[in-house]
């Protein structure tokens, strides 16, 4: 086969890629030629999950318009939001310095082995809403549509959460605009970025996802200079860990009143990490994912490290716990961040970093909408959801899946009546839970998927991206949330402290799920996956084309060399 300088851009077909790399081990299905002679990359992985190639032109399919630079930005800060810019100072008041940075640490760890089992996973077979598909494949169809249905509805939630923080947040310059003003200004943003092509969204991730790492990154080095005595007040060093103390009392008194604030960092932590893993419920839209989704995946460690463990140390130093404003203050104000500017006497930085707080907010709830969207789209693939939940746009958006998850942000104006503040707290409650839920999720169906590998004798040792530690880790950090998610409301079952409302909120997600569970599995009469039983390959075909033609970037210079490194 040859061609001229003219057709470099032009994909080969089937038949092409299979005489240049000397052939496949499966030979091409009736549907994959027919795609194949359509023209359209897109169309012919629809035909290949869908079974014929009439339904993939009636519905139409995702395009792989993430590009590199998004995935990786959005790999490490797309969904950084309030959490640990604002609902971080909540939890410093209520544990202390120690207990805060060990709860990040600690969630952290398990974070991290959930994301390398994803990781793997994502990798051998990216798709749309991949959670929900792999719960479907690997575990039970119940599972996956139990898993698929939570967490669209933990999604649509927390796109309010967020919203509901922005309009907070903005009331630190002007309390006399009502919030629901700024309430609808956010929400038109975000259906704006998500109703267009996949690219646009991505684009707008990767602007808010630079403006939050370069915010969050000054602030790590703010801490730093400000504790060495850059401040008018000298050096601070571990000064506050000493008095008023590390560990705070929590609930109780002495070592149970400390550990009882400890856990509750567990669970606090549990909602800043929320969405990491963004990144691979977008790979189904990711441009070469073989090779931009290991990169993502390994840089979610440098986030937590970075990002969440520094950053928790750094408000531990700089701010006491027994600061009046963590425990009083509203909004912009209640944040350590904040309050340690202003303990340092810098003028006009308190505004730019509420200003970073609105972004935060509203980059947040643009990349929640896209998640919900992007799992109710999975789930009506898997025969989980109505077809028409299938249908996307010329420029490959679900525009249904979109429409159906928006009609969740009208909630959002209750923080009108109540005050933002009093719906933040609830509703971060439920998803807190939802998150932990679904990362427990993906947990057992890498314990699964890692059966299925084993009994139908699938070669793991050429996969660009294997977990580190595999199925042990996997059953460690699925251990850890489960105690997590099981104790996640406990100070409500302690004396003088119960509250209907938060028992509720913090429980409600575990009822949901298993009534989605046991229903589905009823009604349709689904079991367990046999490991040999189990569908590894639908899907793979088009994603293995697509890896055997990819040819890497190749640098010119050391500014493309850094480039290249970085995205």
């Known amino acids: 086969m040859s061609s001229s300088s003219g057709d470099r851009d032009v994909k080969p077909s089937y038949y092409e890629m299979n005489e240049v790399k000397g052939g496949f081990q499966d030979q091409p299905t009736q549907v994959e030629v027919d795609a194949d002679r359509k023209g359209s990359v897109e169309i012919a992985e629809a035909a290949e999950i869908y079974g014929d190639i009439q339904t993939a032109e009636e519905y139409g399919y995702v395009h792989r318009g993430l590009k590199s630079r998004h995935i990786q930005f959005i790999a490490l800060g797309g969904t950084i939001g309030t959490g640990l810019f ?3 100072g909540k939890h410093l008041a209520q544990s202390g310095p120690l207990s805060l940075w060990l709860g990040y640490i600690i969630t952290g ?3 991290w082995a959930m994301m390398q089992c994803l990781g793997e996973m994502c990798t051998y077979l990216p798709l749309p809403g991949a959670i929900a598909q792999y719960a479907t494949r690997y575990v039970d169809p119940a599972a996956g549509f139990a898993i698929g249905w939570n967490s669209w509805y933990i999604w649509g939630i927390t796109q309010c959460v967020e919203i509901s923080a922005a309009a907070e947040l ?4 002007n309390d006399t605009i009502t919030p629901a003003a700024w309430i609808t200004l956010i929400i038109v943003l975000v259906l704006g970025l998500n109703i267009f092509a996949v690219s646009i969204y991505g684009e707008a991730e990767f602007v808010f996802a630079s403006i939050k790492i370069i915010t969050i990154t000054g602030l790590i080095i703010f801490a730093f200079l400000i504790d060495v005595g850059a401040g008018p007040g000298g050096p601070i060093g571990f000064r506050y860990w000493h008095h008023p103390g590390a560990m705070a009392e929590y609930i109780g008194t002495g070592a149970t009143g400390r550990f009882a604030g400890l856990f509750a960092t567990f669970v606090g932590a549990a909602f800043s990490y929320g969405g990491v893993e963004t990144v691979t419920v977008a790979a189904g839209e990711a441009a070469h994912p073989r090779r931009n989704i290991p990169r993502a995946v390994r840089r979610v460690f440098w986030r937590i490290l970075f990002f969440y463990v520094l950053g928790s140390l750094g408000v531990g130093v700089l701010v006491p716990y027994t600061q009046p404003e963590l425990h009083k203050a509203k ?19 308190p505004s730019v970093i509420n200003a970073v707080l609105v972004t935060s907010a509203s980059s947040a709830a643009n990349a929640d909408l896209y998640n919900g969207s992007r799992y109710l789209f999975a789930l009506a693939q898997s025969g989980q959801a109505p077809k028409i939940f299938l249908k996307c746009t010329k420029s490959g958006i679900p525009i249904y899946a ?6 969740f942000l009208p909630l959002t104006y209750m923080s009108v009546a109540t005050g933002p503040g009093v719906v933040f707290n609830y509703l971060a409650n439920i998803t807190t839970l939802g998150n932990i839920i679904t990362w427990a999720q993906v947990l057992v169906s890498y314990i699964q998927f890692r059966k299925g590998v084993a009994a139908q004798g699938v070669d793991r040792s050429g996969w660009s991206f294997r977990a580190t530690g595999g199925t042990v880790v996997a059953w460690i950090a699925l251990a850890y949330f489960t105690i997590i998610m099981l104790g996640n409301g406990f ?6 402290n119960w509250s209907t409302g938060d ?9 949901i799920y298993l009534a989605c569970y046991f229903g589905w599995k009823f009604v349709k009469g689904t079991h367990w996956v046999k490991p040999s039983e189990m569908d590894l390959h639908t899907g793979l075909a088009a994603i293995e084309r697509e890896a055997a033609t990819y040819v890497p970037p190749v640098a010119r210079n050391w500014v493309e060399k850094v480039w290249n490194m970085l995205c």
Do not use: D
Not at 491 to 496: A, R
């Open 86 to 88: 604002l609902g971080i």
């Open 109 to 111: 760890t398990a974070i």
């Open 170 to 173: 903005i009331g630190y310059w």
């Open 331 to 349: 909004g912009a104000n209640a944040s350590p961040w904040v309050i340690a500017i202003q303990n340092a006497g810098v003028r006009g930085l």
């Open 402 to 407: 979109i429409g159906l998850t928006a009609l």
């Open 491 to 496: 100070s409500g079952f302690t004396k003088g």
């Open 503 to 511: 028992f509720v909120c913090n429980y409600i997600g575990i009822p």
